[in-house]
């Protein structure tokens, strides 16, 4: 994706994020496009504006979630800083990738939101992170897949 394309499409997933979970209450059933937005931001710009973009992100989801505030927060700066380092690590764009990149991101967010939060907040563990985490990954996987190509990213061929 285009650097120019991305400063669009970041805030235009980030909005649609907040609409969509507070503003229709759909929670669960929309995908996390918040994580979406900020894996997609992270493999263009630097470690540290990753990892600031992930604390504002963080911040915003923390603002209406009370007894866990701060949680959010933590997981999303690391997700960002790590999502910016896949960069030097993995080269290329193929549909595989970017799947694999959008499913294992967003399973780190969900098990390190799971981690940080209060053990009066969060549920058991199996459900969480084991059973939970891997089906709201791969929803946003192949949504942040469909976001990348509409934005106009073109896929490498995998062999």
């Known amino acids: 994706m285009s650097r ?8 235009a ?3 649609l994020h907040f609409v969509l979970h507070v503003g229709f209450s759909l929670g669960a059933v929309a995908p996390d496009l918040l994580t979406v937005a900020l894996l997609v931001a ?3 710009v630097r470690m540290g504006t990753a990892a600031g973009l992930g604390l504002l992100f963080g911040l915003l989801e923390d ?3 009370v007894l866990s505030f701060g949680a959010n927060a933590f997981a999303l700066t690391v997700v960002g800083a790590a999502g910016a380092r896949t960069r030097d690590l993995f080269v290329g764009d193929s549909l595989l990738f970017a799947l694999s990149y959008m499913f294992f991101g967003t399973w780190a967010r969900q098990a390190l939101h799971w981690m940080v939060v209060g053990a009066d ?3 058991p563990f199996v459900q969480t992170v084991l059973l939970g985490a891997p089906l709201e990954a791969a929803y946003a996987a192949v949504v942040g897949a469909v976001v990348l190509w509409a934005f106009g990213s073109s896929w490498e061929t995998v062999a």
């Open 4 to 11: 120019r394309r991305m400063v669009w499409a970041v805030p």
């Open 63 to 65: 603002a209406y979630s």
């Open 121 to 123: 907040v969060r549920a």
């Open 13 to 15: 997933l980030a909005v």
């Open 42 to 44: 992270a493999r263009e």
